[in-house]
């Protein structure tokens, strides 16, 4: 931009030209429910429009056909609609664990750790007491060692940040490198067989330990179970006591000290809860669903989950759908990188671009851009 | 008079979303003059100044300097045109002197060269009188001598037009009279200088016009000697009101509360509170007066049950059983099992008093949610206490479940003032209740305490405006630097003895130097 020389002492300066900002950022007030959804579906549009933009630019694709491919591909069969479902209530859990914990505005991104821990746990159960104790017990004791395993991991950062107010971003987060780091310590334990560095699946011939399935469907019951914890966690954030503290210390910590709550109690509290949650989808993931334990059991659920809580503004019942809209993306990307033989890269640029576009138009939602119209004469 | 316009606004108006701060706003200063603009809180005057250093932009209207229209679109901008605004929140480094505060951010064309800045620095304060040494640092400094850092760096950057934004609100009433010299001696030296406040008898004897905005909007200019408070109030509020607060007799006092001896320790080891002993009495208020920080917040917290004491008792006698029960590191639950219904209204409305993003509803749940032996919320009854306040007290809302974030000022401190007092406290604590508030609001705020004291409440009233607590208390504690200097009679001192006794002085001292200066 021209700097200008406005010295007082220049009248020639008094010229017309003018450094007027052409744009003006302006905070809104709250916006109609039904005008923020348009926004954001306006947002998903306009993400669609600059994929097919990029996608034919990169690819020569017809972006209508690359669209198509990835709604069939995920919906074309019943197989894959089972699959869908599972990956979103997978997704889902890890989110909701994470909920209380963000909520209460503390970082937890070790929940990727937290499901591996409890997915170890799980896994050790079935290993060592599979077969020497009746099933229905293995399943009770695996069940409550992956819950106490996830809490325990959870709740050793929440313990240090409430004694000594340490940072529990960092903390959680190392905490997931010494859960994976443990998992491939056993996995070399248990490894079957012996040089092959996996577990393989765990008593296959007995399937003890495994989670019964409800009819015939192999993901039911994972994916019962995570719609009674979604309607639980909603209950509980909403009309618990528990809920209505841990939104307070969230706000602020300074009320809740002020009106006597423990804001470390509430801290270790929410933390196991959160941990525990994060033990159960590690208990489905191996109990239920892959039967083996792997250092990326976990899969990158545990950072997932937290774009998902944050998109729903924490609130468990609109999770549904940003999990099933994350899990929808991954698995459509993937496909088209596979039907039309792309790089994998590809499918992570598609997935960028429309995430930046639904994050972005919270921006939109939150702030107003107002072109500045040129001066108003003044009457004279 | 044309060409002696430093400054002129014309039809300037700005809005944040659907609040509209300035609508069509015009105003002019000259040269050698003082013109205060002068609205309750909330009537944009501080936009408005804003839009002339630089910080907002305005979305209509045009502004002038030395009759030229300009565009200031920063702050840089501003210093170009010679303007200078003093915050009302300093921004000063710390661990720097007040010289390296001064010549922060300046670009010299002769180098650099501490021994010549500070040479300047001297002889700005020597030519208006401050009071200032320019390699004290800032750390060191009392509130006063960083507004006069803040000056000054105005004026070396070359400011001809100063804007101060309610400079008197942090200052003793000496220091408002130094700082009202120094200004003086501003004017006479050519430079333009608005001043913005919204306390009248200051108007009456800084400036020399008067600029009067109502709720964004610009009322009319007057010249201050043709004025008087009543008229000036008439124009800010739109309508006469009687500015007078009742004050009843105490009826029956009673040592609700005693403090003794109290002492609290920052964690950098500084005393904050020293050998502090006093009582509140029922059916009084107490008014707490000294410069911001001398430990006011501390002894609230500390009574309340939110702040660690060294040593000391705190007493509370209570009315049902008889017994005095010592509330010395008590957490707030359990001074309240206790049976001790001690209200708090703290400084930080929203911070610490109530939860922002969280509904009237929920807001009111903070003091009850805990009753009941489910652990599920009933909302019920803090839904009708909600209602309750939101009709008694005229809180303007949409309705009880809109975040309070969206009030006003005055509505959040009426939800919070109004949740206190349905506590049925036997002591009520209040720190700045007023802070903020228009002059209708802060009326209302002292019925509801004097209501307060009349039902035979031990009330303590923390503020900073001298004349509404000489009005309003029954006795007055003055601190200073966490120390007490004395208890006064509030209907018999003044505001010039309780000045002197903010910075230390003890109560007879300040009353016989009082009696010379006047």
């Excluded at chain 1, 491919?69 to 909701?96: D, K």
């Excluded at chain 2, 809180?41 to 502004?63: A, F, H, R, V, W």
Aim: aromatic share 8%; proline share 3%; hydrophobic share 45%.
């Amino acid at each position: 931009m021209e700097k200008q020389n406005m010295n007082a002492a220049s009248p020639a300066a008094a010229a017309k030209k003018k450094r007027e900002p052409f744009i003006h950022i302006v905070k809104r007030d709250a916006m109609p429910w039904y005008k923020s959804w348009a926004v954001r579906a306006c947002a998903v549009l306009a993400a669609l429009v600059v994929s097919a933009v990029v996608t034919m630019l990169l690819t020569g694709e017809n972006p209508l056909m690359v669209y198509k491919t990835m709604v069939h591909r995920s919906f074309c069969s019943e197989r894959r609609i089972w699959n869908l479902l599972q990956s979103l209530a997978m997704l889902l859990c890890v989110s909701l664990a994470v909920t209380p914990a963000f909520k209460m505005r503390f970082w937890n991104i070790g929940a990727e750790g937290q499901v591996l821990i409890g997915g170890l746990a799980t896994a050790a159960c079935m290993i060592l007491l599979g077969g020497k104790i009746p099933n229905w017990l293995l399943i009770v004791v695996m069940t409550v060692s992956s819950i106490l395993a996830g809490a325990i991991w959870a709740v050793i950062p929440a313990l240090f940040k409430a004694k000594w107010n340490t940072n529990e971003t960092l903390f959680t987060l190392m905490m997931n490198y010494v859960g994976i780091q443990l998992v491939s310590y056993f996995v070399m334990v248990w490894e079957v067989p012996k040089g092959s560095g996996k577990i393989g699946i765990i008593n296959q011939a007995g399937r003890e330990g495994w989670f019964p399935t409800v009819g015939e469907y192999d993901y039911l019951l994972n994916i019962i179970i995570v719609a009674v914890i979604t309607v639980a966690m909603f209950v509980y954030l909403r009309y618990s006591k528990h809920g209505y503290e841990i939104a307070v210390v969230g706000e602020s910590e300074n009320t809740a000290r002020y009106i006597g709550i423990s804001v470390k109690k509430v801290i270790i509290r929410t933390m196991l809860l959160s941990g525990a949650i994060c033990g159960i989808a590690g208990l489905l993931l191996v109990g239920s669903t892959n039967h083996t334990i792997t250092t990326t059991t976990a899969g990158g659920r545990g950072f997932t989950a937290i774009m998902v809580s944050w998109l729903a503004k924490f609130n468990p019942i609109f999770m549904v759908f940003t999990s099933f809209l994350l899990v929808f993306l991954e698995k459509g990307a993937n496909e088209i990188s596979t039907v039309f033989r792309l790089n994998q890269s590809f499918s992570d640029i598609i997935t960028g671009i429309i995430l930046f576009f639904i994050i972005g138009s919270e921006f939109f939602i939150n702030y107003q851009i107002k072109f500045h119209k040129a001066h108003k004469e003044a009457a004279k | 008079m044309e060409e002696n316009i430093a400054i002129e606004l014309k039809g300037v108006s700005k809005s944040f979303g659907h609040v509209v701060a300035n609508k069509d706003v015009n105003l002019q200063v000259r040269r050698g003059e003082i013109l205060a603009v002068l609205g309750e809180n909330g009537s944009g005057k501080t936009t408005l100044m804003n839009m002339i250093s630089g910080i907002y932009y305005p979305d209509e209207g045009q502004i002038f300097v030395d009759g030229r229209e300009v565009v200031i679109s920063s702050p840089k901008d501003a210093f170009r045109y010679g303007i200078g605004m003093i915050h009302q929140h300093f921004k000063l480094v710390d661990i720097f002197s007040a010289a390296e505060n001064i010549i922060l951010g300046i670009k010299d064309k002769e180098g650099f060269s501490m021994k010549r800045s500070v040479a300047k620095v001297r002889e700005i304060t020597e030519r208006y009188g401050f009071v200032m040494d320019p390699e004290k640092k800032v750390y060191e400094m009392s509130v006063s001598e960083k507004q006069t850092v803040e000056i000054i760096k105005a004026l070396y950057r070359g400011a001809d037009i100063l804007i101060l934004d309610e400079p008197t609100a942090v200052l003793t009433p000496q220091e408002i009279d130094r700082l009202f010299d120094v200004l003086r001696r501003m004017r006479d030296d050519g430079k333009a200088i608005i001043i913005i406040t919204h306390k009248l008898h200051e108007v009456l004897s800084i400036s020399d016009r008067v600029s009067v905005l109502r709720k964004g909007e610009y009322i009319g200019t007057v010249n201050t000697a043709g004025t008087d408070e009543s008229s000036l109030t008439e124009m800010m509020v739109g309508k006469k009101i009687s500015l007078n607060i009742e004050r009843g007799e105490p009826e029956f006092p009673r040592d609700r509360l005693v403090v003794e001896k109290v002492n609290c320790i920052s964690h950098e080891g500084t005393k904050l509170l020293d050998n502090v002993s006093f009582s509140a009495r029922s059916g009084e208020i107490l008014g707490i007066a000294g410069i911001a920080g001398s430990g006011q917040r501390e002894l609230l917290e500390a009574i309340a049950g939110l702040q660690h004491i060294e040593s000391g008792k705190i007493l509370y006698n209570n009315p049902k059983t008889g017994k005095a029960d010592d509330l010395r590191d008590k957490t707030p639950l359990q001074i309240r099992d206790l049976g001790v219904r001690l209200s708090f209204v703290p400084e930080d409305r929203l911070g610490m008093g109530l939860v922002g993003n969280m509904d009237i509803i929920d807001n009111m749940m903070l003091r009850s949610y805990r009753k009941g032996h489910t652990v599920f919320l009933e909302r019920k009854q803090p839904k009708d206490l909600a209602e309750t306040i939101i009709h008694d007290l005229d809180v303007v809302t949409p309705g009880a479940t809109t975040p309070v974030r969206r009030l006003s000022g005055g509505n959040v401190q009426k939800v919070l003032v109004g949740r206190e007092i349905a506590a049925a406290p036997t002591v009520l604590m209040a720190a700045y209740p007023v802070r903020g508030l228009d002059i209708n609001s802060s009326y209302a705020i002292y019925n509801l305490l004097n209501q307060q004291k009349k039902s035979g409440v031990a009330v303590i009233f923390v503020g900073e405006d001298l004349d509404v607590l000489l009005e309003l208390c029954d006795r007055i504690m003055v601190l200073s630097s966490g120390k007490v200097t004395g208890v006064v009679d509030a209907r018999k001192a003044t505001k010039e003895q309780i000045g002197l006794m903010m910075t230390g002085a003890g109560v007879e001292e300040a009353e016989e130097k009082a009696k010379k200066e006047a």
